[in-house]
Structures are given as C-alpha cells and as structure tokens.
C-alpha cells in the first residue's frame, strides 16, 4: 500500500483549530523532555554501544 503524506502548515491548523473554536492543547501532568532524556541517558547509552559492537561491518559476533 502506498503511502501518502500530507504536509501541513502552522498557520493552517491554527486556523483550523481557531475556525472549530478548538484551543491549544493543555500541559500534560508527566515530566518535560529534559527530564525525560535524563532518566532514560543510562539506558539510552547502553544501547548504543551494544548496538555499534555489534553492527560494525569488521566486526561480527561469529567471529569469537
């Protein structure tokens, strides 16, 4: 199935949402995107060594 992708501007659903008499969307109770990268970072880390280790091309897991 193909897919189809619509771009859409700022201004255009400012004033979609001003035309349905829609606000903007209420602050979410749940921690900011700083807090969250800080408590996911160790993680996040972790991960990404795994992940070039074991994806290098010179380098495979066969080959110990």
Same mark, same amino acid.
């Given at each position: 199935?193909?897919? +189809? ?5 700022? +201004? ?8 349905? #008499? /829609? ?5 979410? +109770?749940?921690?900011?995107? !700083?807090?969250? /990268? #800080? ?13 070039? /280790?074991?994806?290098?091309? !010179?380098? +495979?897991?066969?080959?110990?």
């Amino acid at each position: 199935m193909p897919q +189809s992708r619509v771009w859409v501007s700022a +201004s255009s659903v400012r004033r979609i949402l001003h035309r349905h #008499r /829609l606000g903007p969307a209420t602050r979410r +109770s749940g921690p900011t995107w !700083t807090e969250f /990268l #800080r408590a996911q970072a160790g993680g996040l880390l972790a991960t990404d060594f795994f992940t070039v /280790l074991g994806w290098q091309p !010179t380098h +495979s897991w066969r080959d110990n």
